[in-house]
């Protein structure tokens, strides 16, 4: 796998500047000095070598040394040796250096003999310096290598600006840190950066380097560089660059390695290493974590267990009671795990691990007995001290040593307190861990106070809120399997209906009318019932979504009587927006009217899932009649309700999120639309198309980081078969960005693709393809346009051919859709039809001005970026129609909205046809052609556009075949290009070409 530090620098840009500076100090003539600390592995190794690579470049001469670690014995100046190697192997680089013999014994790494003067004369040079003047030359044995290392130094500065790194300083011996600091206070008027790098974490209380750095950083010129970890979002580009470099990984695991990392590059790599191999942590880390515990006491080493064990975070009185320690060596034991940064103290007072690695390495040494032990010891401390911990920590270590019973319980009552704080996701996990442990606890209902079937039912409703509906579904069909055919008919009805209803959120609507049926023939219609109301409810709604409307009608005309008759609020209300949505084209203000009634209800039922139906349909319902800002009304309105209520990622709530999203988009507020797509960077899988719709801006402003989130959405695809809003959004972005960058074919096969998949799933509604086609016609155009321009015949036909396809697909799904629901579409399929018209006459090389104001017009109910895409078409088929006057009136309204907007591909195309037409549009300069080519240049571009070959250009201007492919070369070279089909473009995008 690459190494992390064989690529460009991710990250530590402001870091490297702060060096940089230091570097540019030293090059104006004064001595600097910087202390760059951090963790092993947060990245100071790679940071320097990019400090070193670009001082090179700069013409800096570089000397790199390095401390090794050798225990209490080291070596004498064995970083000064490593530095000075280049001068050693080039004495012509210090010649006054390599005459002296004191430099000569130090490079070939020999003991240095100097006259040893009487103890009184002797001067200690760890003693601090009172300013940063040379010592006074007071012999003490060293002082003759110190002036002599100072004096080569100097002569090697002499030549220009000079860096010195040494390189993990918190490993050197004594004299080496002693030299350091008598260079640091003996050079201050040289052009020599020094910089030196150490661990923060191995520094202890009584390191030696400790009282070193503290002097040094009083030093003028001199200052400490805290080198903290990386944030995830550069981890994440890191990891995904490796990964991609090393071989495909998942999304989640690459997230995972970011999370286990905490911003250490090397942890980074270690782990993304050992996820490409299967592992859990690797080895090579594990050694490196745990050398640091085993060189702690016993008495450390056993606080360092307990702590593992009970979590990253552990009370002081917990590690008292379970540690088996006295008080005196509790004390003693944590000071030296602290002291050697194994623990530190967070501001609560509880210890916590420096990394979470080295918990994970710790715990992976145990032996499982003695795990267990210490599980079963703080589970029992935990039962007995009221308050000392939470229900999800009991019920965690009362599983891991084995108490089932216990951890039943305590994953009841951690579900319990998970809802009353509004955290379904952690609530959903806890009831599962209970749902796990049902059979092997004897009295399980007894504990539970409630039956097993309940507990299902429970889980599968927290399911469905926090946005899993395929584990509802698991759940209620196992529900179903528990109570058998014998049981209470009620009960199988309730479970049969809310099956339905989560399954019609996995999109299998056949599924979930079969399910509403079977609950229908549990429960008769008299006397009405809270149970038959809401199968009749919820079978009327999957009636209609396979269209048996009649059976629907009767199914909802009950459901409403009962619910009115019983005052069931909730159903309700959930029965009144079924049928609002069951009969397109009803009078707007019954509509409203009957929308505002059944959240009232909704609200007064306390259902929170059918007063977030509500809320969403009242968003719906304008955004489809172009009412964007009515829409963002409701959309805000919902989404706060939804986060007040902790259900943020439950059905409706992530559709109305997911309209919000593109509402904004619709409106021009891009910003806004991309901050609330990527409100969470991680979202429940089926609701990963309201972070895919961010890629509406990205693609849109022509940001690099499209193709990234292309490549993650489309890898969630194939997991999540059903999921056809994520394919539609994926589809549409990936559509665009290959028509931006000029793939035709690309975008046809995916265009086709998505529709193919778009009509088997939603037969008689899959008007969706209408963007599809509009957008993946515009390569298309662009392709059949430059073959008749190339008088490539074959060309011309497959692009037609192409475009014709797309335009088939798009007007069957409309003949499909009005012979199922009538004239009813709403005004953006309306628009994206016209579109699809326009583009589809442009394929064929119509120029159609009037398709295309149809176009902007159809676009025109608040689709900014649409209607100014629609305009920039328009434009150019004006000046292909002779129009100038209005084409650049377009052409200018386009440009305003593609600056506004950042939309910069856009921006680029219709700057391209203003300088191509001449167009006269403010804040946009024509280029002039006698700027950039000769005028025999010029003649010979504008044949080139026509398609002509060099003999033939020859044969018209009256000149030589090769005198003609000189010219062509001087054009390719003068535009970039690699080819005459390419310079053309390249022409035609700068206007030079009329």
């Given amino acids: 796998m690459p190494r992390w530090d064989d690529a460009p620098l991710v990250g530590r840009a402001a870091e490297l500047a702060h060096l940089l500076g230091h570097l540019d100090r030293a090059a104006s003539g004064r001595t600097s000095g910087v202390l760059l600390a951090g963790d092993a592995g947060v990245g100071k190794t790679r940071l320097l070598d990019e400090l070193t690579a670009r001082a090179a470049q700069r013409g800096v001469r570089v000397l790199v040394g390095h401390c090794v670690d050798l225990g209490d014995v080291g070596l004498p100046y064995l970083p000064f040796v490593d530095l000075f190697r280049p001068v050693a192997a080039d004495p012509e680089l210090a010649p006054a250096a390599a005459a002296n013999p004191v430099l000569a014994a130090l490079f070939a790494g020999r003991p240095v003999s100097f006259p040893v003067q009487p103890a009184a004369e002797a001067r200690d040079l760890s003693s601090p310096l009172p300013h940063r003047a040379a010592p006074q030359p007071v012999e003490d044995g060293r002082l003759q290598l110190f002036e002599s290392v100072a004096g080569l130094i100097c002569e090697l500065a002499s030549h220009g600006p000079l860096l010195i790194v040494l390189e993990d300083v918190h490993w050197a011996d004594r004299s080496s840190r002693d030299l350091l600091r008598y260079l640091l206070a003996r050079l201050s008027d040289e052009p020599v950066a ?48 490796l990964a991609a470099a090393a071989g495909s990984l998942s999304e989640s695991a690459i997230e995972d390695v970011v999370a286990r990392a905490e911003g250490n590059a090397f942890y980074a790599e270690e782990l993304l290493a050992a996820g490409l191999h299967g592992e859990a942590l690797p080895m090579a880390l594990t050694d490196v974590l745990l050398a640091r515990v085993e060189q702690r006491s016993p008495a450390a080493q056993q606080v360092l267990r307990v702590a593992a064990v009970a979590g990253r975070r552990v009370r002081h009185e917990l590690v008292a009671a379970v540690g088996g320690l006295s008080d005196g060596d509790l004390e003693t034991a944590l000071a030296e795990a602290v002291h050697h940064h194994l623990l530190v103290v967070s501001d609560d007072g509880r210890y916590r691990f420096r990394h979470a690695l080295l918990r994970e390495a710790v715990l992976a040494d145990l032996l499982p007995g003695e795990r267990v032990r210490l599980h079963a010891a703080i589970a029992a401390y935990l039962a007995r001290v009221p308050g000392a911990g939470t229900a999800a920590e009991r019920a965690h270590h009362a599983r891991e040593s084995n108490d089932l019973p216990g951890a039943f319980s305590a994953s009841l009552e951690a579900a319990a307190a998970a809802g009353g704080v509004g955290a379904p996701a952690e609530q959903l996990q ?117 269209g048996r409307n009649d059976e629907a009608d009767a199914a909802a005309e009950e459901a409403l009587a009962a619910a009115d008759a019983l005052g069931f609020d909730g159903a309700w209300a959930d029965i009144a927006v079924t049928q609002v949505r069951a009969r397109p084209g009803a009078d707007p203000a019954e509509v409203r009217a009957r929308l505002d009634e059944a959240l009232i209800r909704a609200r007064r039922s306390g259902n929170v899932e059918v007063e977030m139906r509500v809320l969403y349909n009242l968003a719906t319902v304008p955004f489809e009649a172009g009412r964007i800002g009515e829409a ?87 997991r999540l078969s059903a999921h056809i809003l994520l394919d539609l959004v994926t589809a549409g972005s990936e559509i665009d960005l290959a028509a931006w960058e000029g793939e035709p074919q690309k975008a046809v096969d995916v265009a ?13 509604d899959h008007l969706g393809v209408l963007r599809l086609a509009g957008t993946a016609l515009a390569p298309v155009g662009d392709a059949a346009a430059a073959a008749r321009r190339d008088r490539d015949a074959e060309s011309t036909e497959r692009w037609v051919r192409a475009g014709e396809q797309l335009v088939e697909a798009a007007r069957s799904a409309v003949e499909i859709y009005r012979g199922t629901y009538g004239d009813t579409m709403g005004v953006e399929a309306i628009a994206w039809l016209a579109r699809v018209e326009a583009e589809g006459a442009r394929v064929r090389g119509e120029a159609a001005p009037e398709l295309w104001r149809a176009a902007v017009e159809a676009f025109g109910f608040g689709h900014v970026y649409e209607e100014a895409r629609s305009r920039w078409r328009l434009a150019e088929a004006l000046l292909a129609t002779g129009d100038r006057v209005e084409a650049a009136e377009e052409a200018g309204l386009a440009h305003e909205v593609a600056v506004r907007l950042g939309a910069a591909p856009l921006r680029t195309a219709v700057e391209g046809l203003i300088r191509r037409g001449r167009l006269d549009v403010g804040g946009v300069r024509a280029a002039e052609i006698s700027a950039v080519m000769t005028p025999r240049e010029a003649e010979v571009l504008r044949l080139l556009a026509q398609g002509r070959t060099n003999r033939q250009i020859g044969a018209e201007l009256y000149i030589s075949e090769k005198t003609a492919s000189v010219h062509v070369s001087n054009i390719l070279a003068k535009l970039g290009a690699n080819g005459r089909t390419e310079a053309v473009a390249i022409a035609a995008q700068r206007g030079l070409l009329t």
């Fill in 194 to 241: 020094v910089v030196a790098s150490y661990r923060a974490d191995d520094l202890h209380r009584r390191h030696p380097l400790r009282p070193l750095l503290a002097e040094l950083v009083r030093l003028p010129g001199v200052e400490r560089l805290e080198l903290s970890p990386l944030p995830d979002a550069e981890v994440g580009a890191l990891v995904r660059r």
């Fill in 430 to 546: 806890h009831l599962e861990a209970a749902l796990a442990l049902w059979s092997a606890v004897p009295d399980a209902e007894e504990r539970a106070g409630r039956g097993q079937v309940a507990l299902l039912l429970e889980t599968a409703a927290t399911a469905r809120t926090v946005g899993a509906p395929y584990r509802a579904v698991a759940l209620l069909r196992s529900a179903l399997e528990v109570l058998g055919p014998d049981a209470d008919p009620e009960t199988r009805a309730r479970v049969h209906y809310t099956l339905a209803q989560a399954m019609v959120r996995v999109e299998d609507d056949a599924g979930a009318y079969r399910e509403s049926a079977a609950a229908m023939a549990l429960v008769p219609a008299q006397p009405p019932s809270k149970v038959r109301t809401w199968a009749a409810a919820t079978h009327a709604r999957m009636s209609y979504s396979v």
């Fill in 632 to 718: 963002l009304g409701w959309t805000r309105r919902g989404t706060r309700r939804a986060r007040d209520l902790g259900v943020e990622w439950s059905y409706y709530p992530a559709e109305l999120r997911h309209l919000h999203v593109t509402a904004l988009y619709m409106a021009g507020d891009w910003d806004g639309s991309l901050a609330e797509a990527d409100v969470l960077a991680r979202v429940p899988e089926m609701s990963a198309h309201v972070r895919a719709d961010g890629l509406l801006v990205l693609v849109g402003r022509g940001d690099p980081s499209a193709r990234e989130r292309i490549d993650w959405a489309r890898s969630l695809i194939p």
């Fill in 752 to 764: 086709l693709a998505a529709y193919r998949r778009l009509r088997q799933e939603w037969d008689d």
